[in-house]
């Protein structure tokens, strides 16, 4: 019966086989070799945006720290529900009612300024996404925030989804900044 034999640092040879037979079994290694990289997930990609804020940290943050305080501070967001669960899910509907996030927070610090949070259903093209809203001091009465995650595009959409995170991202610090310098 035929076989492969493989042999660290040296090319798989198929044992008990005419040349040619060798050939087309190298070949099919080599294909399927080729086709596990491309099956291979888009490399993973990340996104960080900050705004400075004329407010203290603690002042950002209990306008924007409450999970479902984004419907307030995030323009395309109508209405974000929490589930009541510890740790809590939100599921956030845009004003046009076109689009459902579902996100499930997976850390808080509220002494820190910040939690993290991870999609479990969205229309982005995106997979394995995990983001983190913090507010950090800067200065004695001013605050940054960052929003910054990580997360894997949809093979071909690596443009189309970090646009679209990076304009969500921008509308929403640009609407806290504003808040705060009234």
């Known amino acids: 019966m035929p076989f492969v034999i493989l042999q660290p640092g040296k090319p798989a040879v198929a044992a008990g086989r005419s040349r040619s037979a060798r050939t087309a079994a190298a070949a099919l290694v080599s294909a399927c070799v080729l086709a596990a990289f491309a099956a291979a997930p888009a490399s993973a990609a990340s996104l960080s945006q900050s705004l400075d804020v004329d407010a203290t940290p603690a002042a950002v943050w209990s306008a924007i720290g409450p999970f479902c305080a984004i419907r307030n501070w995030l323009p395309p967001i109508g209405s974000c529900v929490e589930d009541g669960k510890s740790p809590p899910t939100r599921t956030l509907v845009t004003r046009d009612g076109a689009a459902t996030f579902v996100e499930t927070e997976t850390a808080r610090n509220d002494d820190r300024h910040f939690y993290s949070y991870t999609f479990k259903s969205s229309p982005l093209p995106v997979t394995r996404y995990n983001s983190t809203i913090e507010v950090a001091a800067k200065g004695e009465r001013g605050s940054t925030v960052t929003w910054r995650s990580t997360y ?16 969500v991202y921008a509308a929403g610090l640009a609407f806290i900044k504003a808040r705060f310098a009234q």
Do not use: H, Y
């Open 152 to 167: 894997t595009p949809a093979p071909g959409q690596e443009q189309a989804a970090n646009e679209a995170l990076s304009g």
